[in-house]
């Protein structure tokens, strides 16, 4: 039995306006798989232009263009080895590879192309990042796989920290928040679908295992598939965002001009704001909650996209 909170968000949203800027900007980190579905690229853009957040560090290169552009200079962690190989949609062999091109176009910040090795080890910037924060003040968002934070519960006393992994996780970190699963009772991609251990198939479980039985301290709280998998986004910040957008452009390139499921966005959604404005618990899910929330996420993701530090200026009076 697990000897700490955990609460399920376990269906889907419902919209009620958006959520009151905090009095002071909430510390997130953002763990994200950036390669292959998009969504991942639409909640980047969620927290790099809400002005109540303070994004500390993103797991993952093309997160390093992307936050750039609309002006943020994040600490970018990235798991070794470091590979050169191009991702292939062998599930639907219908989405393309967009990282490599987002990173190309939009090289900048503190992760510039062509220079992957510079990146951090992510247990190393997680425990820097931790150890620089008053107790119980971050609020992580794992919307990919569970390498990193296996590592930071596996890691020890450093020079950043004389605490273990699961010490310095209980005295910093105030919630953590997962895309994954699918409840009552099943799994999805985020739980099993880590490559870099196995080195040979999906099928890694092992980590989410680790993470969610390992975990102390802090609430957990659980996005499952059912959240998202009905909610589609990105198609308005297609049609009508500024052409020099990156994230614009990753939905493109992903896609081919259609919307996505918006799990990664959601979630990033409640790790920003809680239930406080944006979601609350329901013994149901419907259709109409469902278009509601598709709708009030793509009318985020485009007008995040005109309003950032370079397109303000430009700005449709519509959107």
């Known amino acids: 039995m697990l000897g700490f909170l955990v609460s399920v968000l376990v269906l889907t949203s419902i919209i009620r306006g958006h959520a009151t800027s905090p ?57 070794r080895p470091l590979t050169n190989a191009t991702f292939f949609d062998s599930w639907f062999f219908e989405l393309s590879e967009y990282t490599s091109k987002v990173a190309y176009h939009w090289s900048g910040g503190s992760l510039s192309w062509g220079h992957a090795e510079d990146a951090w080890d992510p247990v190393a910037l997680y425990r820097k990042v931790l150890s620089e924060v008053p107790d119980h003040s971050v609020t992580i968002a794992s919307i990919g796989f569970f390498d990193n934070l296996s590592g930071l519960l596996n890691s020890s006393s450093d020079i950043y920290s004389p605490l273990s992994g699961p010490d310095l996780i209980a005295a910093k970190v105030s919630e953590l928040v997962i895309m994954g699963g699918e409840y009552p009772l099943d799994y999805e991609y985020n739980f099993w679908g880590s490559i870099m251990l196995t080195n040979v198939s999906y099928g890694n479980a092992s980590l989410a295992t680790h993470v969610v039985n390992s975990w102390k301290g802090s609430p957990i709280t659980f996005l499952g598939f059912e959240i998202g998998e009905n909610v589609t986004s990105g198609l308005r910040l297609i049609n009508k965002g500024p052409h020099g957008d990156p994230v614009r452009a990753a939905y493109i390139y992903h896609g081919y001009n259609t919307a996505r499921l918006s799990f990664d966005p959601l979630t990033v959604l409640y790790a920003m704001e809680g239930l406080s404005d944006l979601f609350e618990i329901m013994s149901s899910k419907t259709d109409q909650t469902q278009d509601k929330a598709g709708a009030e996420v793509d009318k985020r993701l485009l007008q995040a996209a005109w309003y950032s530090h370079r397109e303000r200026a430009f700005a449709p009076q519509e959107l």
């Open 23 to 79: 009095t002071a900007a909430k510390r997130l980190v953002i763990d994200t798989d950036l390669f292959s579905d998009v969504d991942d690229a639409g909640a980047l853009l969620l927290a790099a232009t809400s002005p109540s957040v303070d994004l500390l560090a993103v797991q993952s290169l093309a997160a390093s263009a992307i936050l750039a552009h609309y002006g943020r200079t994040v600490p970018i962690g990235i798991r």
